[in-house]
């Protein structure tokens, strides 16, 4: 599931939100809300949608900052995939 979420065979919910946090990471400027209304429409609740936003975000952040001052990963964790 770590380098293909699209196989893995998810339901609906977590569909719609692994594209959500991906269009949010890789394109933050073309999130609308018709990409917060497809979270709505799977069942998630605004409370839900911004507790996504916010992880989403803050992974982002994390990451930007250990990039910044340019921390290496430990020896065990793989390097990402480039995105597709």
């Known amino acids: ?3 293909d979420w699209r ?3 998810l339901d609906e919910r977590r569909t719609a939100m692994l594209e959500y ?3 949010l990471t890789l ?3 073309s999130v609308t809300r018709e990409d917060v209304d497809a ?3 799977t069942g998630f609740s605004d ?3 911004l507790h996504i936003c916010e992880v989403t975000a803050y992974y982002a952040y994390v990451n930007r900052i250990a990039d ?3 921390v290496e990963l430990e020896p ?3 390097e990402a995939d480039p995105a597709p």
């Open 1 to 3: 599931m770590e380098r």
């Open 7 to 9: 196989g893995a065979g």
């Open 21 to 23: 946090a991906e269009k």
């Open 27 to 29: 394109r933050p400027t």
């Open 39 to 41: 979270l709505r429409a």
């Open 47 to 49: 409370e839900d949608v």
């Open 68 to 70: 910044g001052l340019g």
């Open 76 to 78: 065990w964790i793989p």
